[in-house]
């Protein structure tokens, strides 16, 4: 079964802290990606990684791909309360033309 | 630049009625998809449509639920006879996956349809 796992599900982090979010597939893949999710909104591209070893930042955020592991982080470094949103990643199988999507980080930023 | 376009954006229904939800996928993308997403829950997969015919569905995807791309443009869901759990926000996605390695393999989301059914 295709399986996508994110934690933490939720995290609250303060202004200029730094935080991980994580997300675990169950099967080989052929890409991941990152989209971001404000309340009410459709989902917003972040990242594509389609290799082993995959490094990709963008401002605050920078998504990285371990395809051994089967492993993908999203590093968010001195946080600010506009990247307050949910964040999904989704792993793309085109065998079984599927894109599965994670469970999703609710990230609350404070002052 | 592209985008998918969803069609209505919010679309009040009676339980039991059939509803029609649109999407024009990027003109030149080869896979289409549609998802649902209960409020605050995940997004979850319904269908993926490749070559004119599904590819692959979930168990949610049953017998009350049917996709088609009438005109080489657009692309619908439809909705035969709705339920009180239909009511969900309905996005659709398109994608131009390419070969190995390629740029091109973003998957675009519509802003959604937004149906309640009551």
């Known amino acids: 079964e295709l399986k996508v796992e994110q934690n933490p599900l939720f995290l609250s982090m303060q202004e200029g802290k730094n935080y991980t979010i994580y997300c675990n597939y169950s099967t080989t893949s052929d890409r991941l990606y990152w989209y971001r999710q404000d309340p009410g909104k459709s989902l917003e591209s972040l990242f594509v990684?389609?290799?082993?070893?995959a490094v990709k930042q963008e401002g605050r955020l920078m998504a990285s791909l371990d395809t051994k592991a089967r492993l993908s982080t999203l590093h968010i470094t001195a946080a600010v309360h506009d990247l307050s949103a949910t964040y999904f990643c989704?792993?793309?199988?085109?065998?079984?033309?599927?894109?599965?999507f994670g469970t999703g980080t609710r990230l609350q930023v404070f002052p | 630049e592209p985008e998918v376009t969803q069609t209505p954006s919010h679309q009040v229904t009676q339980m039991g009625q059939e509803v029609i939800l649109r999407c024009v996928p990027i003109s030149n993308h080869l896979y289409f998809y549609w998802y649902r997403q209960i409020l605050g829950q995940k997004v979850e997969f319904l269908v993926s449509f490749y070559n004119n015919e599904i590819s692959e569905k979930s168990e949610i995807f049953d017998d009350q639920f049917s996709v088609e791309r009438p005109d080489g443009s657009n692309f619908t869901l439809k909705i035969r006879s709705t339920k009180l759990e239909d009511s969900a926000m309905y996005f659709c996605?398109?994608?131009?996956?390419?070969?190995?390695?390629?740029?091109?393999?973003?998957?675009?989301f519509g802003q959604g349809t937004r149906l309640t059914v009551v």
């Open positions: 990684l389609l290799s082993n070893g």
């Open positions: 989704a792993v793309l199988y085109l065998d079984t033309d599927k894109l599965i």
């Open positions: 996605a398109s994608c131009y996956p390419g070969g190995s390695g390629s740029s091109d393999t973003e998957a675009f």
